[in-house]
């Protein structure tokens, strides 16, 4: 039997996921050249918020139809509050502290963050269950997709068109692209760096809140180390596609599940590999992608300009 | 006439050290004023304070008679405030034509504004030839037009011009100047910053000369232009 198609959307739709949150990391970098370690517990916020309004705000058995969309909403405004909070309170104060300082906050605040939920969210020192969408899996050929991923094929499309017309078409969209070219002319065009960043920070928060509202529905459960080492697969989507390139986001995201993916369900075929084929194996197979990629085009694939420090 | 631009005793400080240490002119408008001197003489960091990018430690800078002591760089602009950067620094992944955009970002008049880069392009043929070009593909001098072009943009009541002609072919820089004469001749009042005093002076109406943050000399364009220690030090004669 043929899988590769199979393996080829499971890569796609857990790449999806990556760049969903890889924006963020790209956005915020291109504008303040920070690396903010924090984004992934942004994620991990947005998908807590998603399940608060589920469990806590919503009549029990509300169904799914209803309850996603304002899950989602609820997501966004809880990440990009916690965004917003860190950029006003964490980085703010230190845009002119050399480069290491807000690298170092970054990581604090990542572990704040986690442990917070941890400490004050009911129930979650342990996974909490993440509530489902109903029906399916769907076939279609001889691929299946399942029902949680519906989710995601829908909203990462979405999501790409929605921040491509913000960027190219809006005038705060414009300003942006101008603050990350060159901040202190964009300034003297009379745009308002400061806000920029915030709107930077904000959007791609919400764009990692839909993410985690995607990991909830697709692993069926949450909990406060989540955004850890998804946060590290969608830095490393970000760098692969070019980080501070939008586009190259999304593309550095789909390249690194595909990769990731086939790199689990086929390395044990190779001779002398079995060993490294098992699930386990593969977080290394994507981090060793970005050391080729650091190696070999460290501009990464769409090559806007690359982290020279932290 | 009314004065546009008024500084008085400006201050400004990197860290400790002082690199405009307590400066005082005027510019009318109408008029073009222009500050020369060598590197390192304070005249860009005059200017990058005036626009807001930095912050004085001391005097008073008062423009079309209000205080800019608490105006942010964003917010200058809108009081009529262009600053053609030195350098040029347009935004060089952007097309000229975005660029031009840009100038008028707080402008809501599209008319207005779609008439403003066509007289962009009057004035810079080029500039209209490569509309939809990368800025970053510009020569020297064409980013200088554009730098010129997206400063004026913003319709200001003054254009500050930091070191146009800087690192541009004799026939290039002659082009820039005289595109300075005609904007001053349409009545534009202009702030222009030089290190080439010769073609500065002769199109200034008053020009000051600065050395190591202080200004040293002031006078019309004329007279300085035939004073002689301003002909030993900036126009090379003994």
Known sequence: ?310 | MTTLLEVEDLRVAYGKIEAVKGISFKVEAGQVVTLIGTNGAGKTTTLRTLSGLLKPIGGQIKFNGKSLKRVLAHQIVSMGLAHSPEGRHIFPRMTIEDNLRLGAFLRNDKPGIEKDIQRAYDLFPILGERRKQAAGTLSGGEQQMLAMGRALMSQPKLLMLDEPSMGLSPIMMQKIMATIAELKSQGTTILLVEQNAQAALSLADHGHVMEVGNIVLSGTGHDLLHDESVRKAYLGED
């Not at chain 1, 991990?44 to 799914?64: H, K, N, R, W």
């Not at chain 1, 509050?81 to 309170?89: K, P, Q, S, Y």
């Not at chain 1, 020192?125 to 519906?150: L, Y």
């Not at chain 1, 459960?221 to 989540?226: H, W």
Request: charged share 10%.
């Open chain 1, 1 to 310: 039997m043929n899988e590769l198609p199979q393996q080829l959307v499971n890569g796609l739709l857990l790449g999806s996921m990556y760049g969903l949150v890889a924006i963020g990391y790209t956005m915020v970098y291109g504008i303040v050249q920070l690396i903010n370690f924090a984004h992934g517990e942004i994620f991990m916020t947005g998908a807590f918020g998603a399940l608060t309004v589920y469990v806590y705000i919503l009549p029990d058995g509300t169904s799914m139809w209803v309850a996603l969309p304002l899950m989602l909403i609820g997501a966004i405004i809880v990440a990009v509050l916690v965004a917003m909070g860190a950029e006003r309170f964490a980085y703010r104060p230190l845009r002119t502290a050399p480069r290491l300082a807000p690298l170092i906050t970054a990581i604090g605040l990542s572990l704040a963050l986690q442990q917070a939920v941890w400490a004050w969210y009911p129930d979650a020192k342990s996974a909490r269950t993440f509530p489902q969408i109903p029906g399916g899996p769907f076939h279609v050929g001889n691929v299946t997709i399942q029902t949680g991923d519906i989710f995601l094929l829908l909203a990462a499309p979405v999501s790409m068109a929605v921040l491509g017309y913000f960027v190219m078409k809006t005038r705060t969209g414009r300003g942006m692209q101008a603050t990350a070219q060159d901040p202190d002319t964009a300034k003297l065009m009379g745009i308002n760096t400061d806000r920029i960043i915030v709107v930077a920070f904000a959007l791609g928060a919400a764009f990692a809140a839909v993410g985690g509202v995607a990991y909830g529905l697709k692993y069926g459960q949450i909990e406060f180390r989540m955004g850890f080492i998804l946060g590290l697969k969608a830095f490393t989507a970000a760098v692969l596609g070019g980080i501070g390139n939008i586009y190259g986001a999304m593309i550095g995201g789909v390249v690194l599940g595909i990769a990731e993916t086939l790199a689990t369900a086929y390395i044990a075929d190779l001779p002398g590999m079995e060993k490294f084929g098992s699930q386990s194996w593969a977080d290394v197979w994507a981090f060793v992608l970005l050391i080729l990629v650091l190696l070999f085009r460290p501009q990464g694939l769409l090559g806007e300009r690359v982290a020279d420090r932290a």
